[in-house]
T-cell receptor, first 117, second 110 residues
Framework: GAVVSQHPSRVICKSGTSVKIECRSL??????MFWYRQFPKQSLMLMAT?????????EQGVEKDKFLINHASLTLSTLTVTSAHPEDSSFYIC?????????????FGPGTRLTVL | SQQGEEDPQALSIQEGENATMNCSYK?????LQWYRQNSGRGLVHLIL?????REKHSGRLRVTLDTSKKSSSLLITASRAADTASYFC??????????FGTGTRLLVSP
């Protein structure tokens, strides 16, 4: 159980376009979803935390108008990279959790590799 | 930065040897978790140790936690080539966020 999927797994786009990445919890209801960003050979950096039905909370330095997060249901969160530029090229990973867990366990998706040309 | 530090950054060993990775962190924690990531893939949860625990085992994995020194170690015994991956520690506070360490890239040669 506790499977999280991401779609697409890989996307290449032109500079200036917007890209939407979906994160789904397949067999549980995720009250909270997290979006991370990982540059090559670096660690994961938390971008934002989203709770179902409310606005996302962004980490310091993350532009909320550039990285739009929608957590419309208990099984789906989307991250839209607006007007993408080459510096946005990265590996984006989501994770999902639910309130009943007392020890912060998160289940991670397989990641989405974004390349902006 | 809140990010934890891991050392070594890279570790190269032979199959059958043990691999030890260390993690240091900065703030008080609820628990500490270790994850594995194969190249270009998502994260796999390995083990969680709570702040009131000092040692935990899971198969070939042994994790220790020293909250007075704000440090943890992950020991993989009898390593295999399939253990080749990056390993990250992540600390959890009371606010559900995970803060990841810088990671250790482990290479196990046959």
């Amino acid at each position: 159980g506790a499977v999280v999927s991401q779609h697409p797994s890989r996307v290449i786009c032109k500079s200036g376009t917007s890209v939407k990445i979906e994160c789904r919890s397949l067999d549980f209801q995720a009250t909270t979803m997290f979006w991370y960003r990982q540059f090559p050979k670096q660690s994961l950096m938390l971008m934002a935390t989203s709770n179902e039905g409310s606005k996302a909370t962004y980490e310091q330095g993350v532009e909320k108008d550039k990285f739009l997060i929608n957590h419309a249901s208990l099984t789906l969160s989307t991250l839209t990279v607006t007007s993408a530029h080459p510096e946005d090229s990265s590996f984006y990973i989501c994770s999902a959790s639910w309130q009943a867990l007392s020890y912060n366990e998160q289940f991670f998706g397989p990641g989405t590799r974004l390349t902006v040309l | 930065s809140q990010q934890g530090e891991e050392d070594p950054q890279a570790l190269s060993i032979q199959e059958g040897e043990n691999a030890t990775m260390n993690c240091s962190y900065k703030t008080s924690i609820n628990n500490l978790q270790w994850y594995r990531q194969n190249s270009g893939r998502g994260l796999v949860h390995l083990i969680l140790i709570r702040s009131n625990e000092r040692e935990k085992h899971s198969g070939r994995l042994r994790v220790t936690l020293d909250t007075s020194k704000k440090s943890s170690s992950l020991l993989i015994t009898a390593s295999r080539a399939a253990d080749t991956a990056s390993y990250f520690c992540a600390t959890a506070s009371a606010f559900q966020k995970l803060v990841f360490g810088t990671g250790t890239r482990l290479l196990v040669s046959p």
